[in-house]
């Protein structure tokens, strides 16, 4: 890190001697820490002499740049305030406290703050890119968008106004629209490390971590590695599936920040990943031991443990629910804590509190979504039309050479995961886990469908999806002939599947159908597609859908599916394993059984669950909720549908 000349100019240089500042030594020990990349290090040195020092512009700038270097927001408001009272003339430190209320999305004070730093210096280009960012009101992104759309209407080649449309168009999941913004604004602005971290979360919150973790490389090749980042890219690497990567991240940005709850956080969810609950809990636990108030670890340890009464996390989630957000940021934290406190109500017996809270955090992430049914039974209908005249000459002949594709798939919550971790523990088989591949072959033709719904499938269709989707496949550069795909919405796809892979294996889950739509409404999908979870009765009617369109296929496509029910799967274990693996074509091996032992990353929200022992009796646990399901059960009665 270069060390701005104002941590020297408050005292002339670091050899003059002041009253309010620290001795000579002292400062130059804080410099020479900034200078070698210390800034943990440079951080503690600098809060031991606070008290000594009360009055040093120079200690309150340096320790307020450090933290926002860590990614410690509120720390470094409070230090940057104290500088800007010290040293009021300077633009530095105002610039950086704009950046502090940025990250605590606080944009009204953060555009005061850019102002005062502008009035100071008006050639700052980093001052002119945050008043440009506190432009967006983190209460009303609709309203931040019309403002910068016009804007950028005006100025169309503006790096500033492309970057915070950009990010808001990120907070409004609209991601395709969010990176053409930062794309454009990275080619305006080819040396701006702050837009090439915003293009690689963009990617990463669309789920693409090879773009992402390629726009983060970037960074690293115009800057030091930082702590935030360092989390960032061990996330995209979690969601690749390159766990060594992940941990090797998370550990380098744990080194530079060894107090730091994020990185930790991070840290612990990917041992969660990787079945290692043990360590996760020890990481989680460390957390709290040093900052007993973080929310986060809390949420982590809740979704990992059961939780009881006396728990010290069961309180705190209480109470920070209690909370009114103040911003986007504090409501997607909300959002948060409410499915944690749902879950621990549940583990605490608790069923009328559990879903009254989770038909809040719900509701509010439905109305944020803006998720309309209708356009769910519009895509279903269009798909049955698409596919309704697809006879056996349209599709494609099977090709033994190629890989052996294992298709799982049904509900989200219905046992894909766990039938996936079943196969995946045999020697000849890759898991690969939820792959997007499918969807990215077929999403521009089912779009093109809604806009001219009369044009009729080819081969030649099936054969480009086909040769495309198994070029998805060679990228994973894995040896395993047999390969899974658990992508458990490619019951909306299996048409596309079974008409250009005649070769594979598909195996769908079926569930009781209450357990399956309980248990999507108590879970935080991060997925955008999943507005059908947010409402117990959405919930029930999509469920019938589903169960229509899965007969559709079986009628269109008869013989080539399997069927597999989850409570027999978990009464019957050897016998069902041994079924599913000679319907694959694979030999028997005894390790299948013991699925839980097998070291694979796990993405899902089934990642804790897969790691034990099969356990009976799951399907039954809505029972106890019944009392408060009355909407989703109206529902599934109003769709024929029928449950335990």
């Known amino acids: 890190m270069q060390v701005t000349n104002v941590v020297f100019n408050s005292t002339a240089s670091p050899d003059d001697k002041t009253i309010i500042d620290p001795p000579a030594e002292e400062r130059k020990i804080i410099v020479d820490l900034l200078k070698e990349e210390k800034v943990a290090e440079a951080t ?178 115009h800057k030091p590695p930082r702590p935030q980042l360092l989390s960032m890219m061990a996330n995209a690497a979690r969601t690749k599936g390159e766990f060594e990567l992940a941990l090797d991240y998370a550990n380098q940005a744990i080194a530079l920040n060894p107090d730091g709850a994020g990185p930790k956080n991070t840290l612990a969810s990917i041992h969660a990943t990787l079945g290692d609950k043990k360590k996760a809990i020890e990481v989680i636990e460390d957390v709290l031991t040093q900052h007993p108030d973080n929310i986060e670890a809390m949420i982590e340890l809740v979704i990992t443990t059961t939780v009881k009464k006396d728990d010290p996390a069961y309180k705190a989630l209480e109470d920070a629910y209690k909370i009114k957000p103040e911003n986007h940021f504090a409501e997607k934290q909300k959002t948060r804590v409410g499915f944690a406190l749902g879950k621990a109500y549940g583990d605490t017996n608790q069923y009328a509190k559990s879903i009254r ?49 294992i298709f799982i798939l049904g509900m989200p919550r219905s046992g894909t995961t766990l039938t996936e971790q079943i196969i995946a523990s045999h020697s000849q088989v890759y898991g690969g886990g939820e792959l997007n591949f499918m969807n990215e072959e077929t999403a521009e033709l089912m779009y093109m469908f809604g806009l001219q719904p009369d044009v009729q499938l080819k081969k030649v269709a099936f054969e480009h999806i086909r040769r495309n989707y198994l070029g998805h496949i060679d990228s994973l550069k894995v040896g395993e002939r047999f390969i899974t795909d658990k992508m458990p919405h490619n019951f909306l796809r299996l048409g596309y599947i079974l008409a250009a892979f005649p070769e594979a294996k598909v195996i769908h889950l079926n569930r009781d159908p209450v357990a399956v739509c309980l248990s999507c409404f108590q879970k935080l999908f991060p997925a955008r597609g999943m507005g059908f979870t947010f409402d117990l009765r959405d919930l029930g009617l999509y469920y019938g859908m589903y169960l229509d369109l899965m007969q559709f296929w079986r009628d269109k496509f008869p013989g080539r599916i399997l069927d597999l029910d989850y409570q027999t799967l978990t009464e019957d274990q050897e016998g069902q394993t041994r079924m599913l693996l000679d319907y694959c074509g694979l030999p028997w091996e005894d390790q299948c059984l013991e699925f839980y032992n097998t070291r694979r990353g796990v993405l899902t929200a089934s990642q804790i669950q897969v790691r034990d022992k099969m356990y009976q009796g799951s399907s039954d646990v809505w029972k106890k909720y019944r009392r408060h399901l009355g909407e989703l059960l109206d529902a599934l009665d109003e769709a024929g549908v029928k449950y335990g």
């Open 44 to 221: 503690r040195y600098s809060e031991g002499l606070i008290t000594a020092y009360p009055r040093s512009f120079m200690l309150f700038y340096s320790l307020g740049m450090s933290c926002l270097l860590l990614d410690e927001a509120e720390k470094a408001r409070v230090y940057l305030k104290r500088a800007t009272k010290l040293n009021p003339g300077v633009a530095d430190p105002w610039r950086c406290l704009g950046e502090a209320y940025l990250k605590l999305e606080l944009n009204a004070d953060a555009r005061r703050c850019f102002d005062q730093a502008l009035q100071l210096n008006p050639d700052d280009p980093a001052s002119r890119r945050g008043m440009t960012q506190s432009i967006i009101d983190p209460a009303d992104f609709d309203v931040s968008v019309e403002t910068l759309e016009k804007m950028v209407t005006e100025d169309p080649d503006h790096p500033h106004l492309l970057m915070a449309l950009g990010q808001c168009f990120v907070e409004q999941e609209k991601y395709i629209r969010s990176i053409d913004a930062l794309e454009k604004a990275a080619g305006l602005m080819p040396e701006d490390t702050s837009i090439m971290a915003a293009v690689g979360q963009a990617y990463a919150e669309f789920n693409q971590p090879d773009e992402a973790l390629q726009w983060f490389n970037r960074v690293l090749d």
């Open 357 to 405: 809270v989770l038909k809040e955090v719900n509701a509010k992430r439905r109305e944020f979504l803006g998720f309309d049914l209708e356009n769910e039974v519009r895509s279903f209908e269009l798909v049955k039309h698409v596919f309704d005249p697809i006879t056996p000459d349209d599709c494609v002949e099977a090709n033994p050479n190629d890989r052996q594709m």
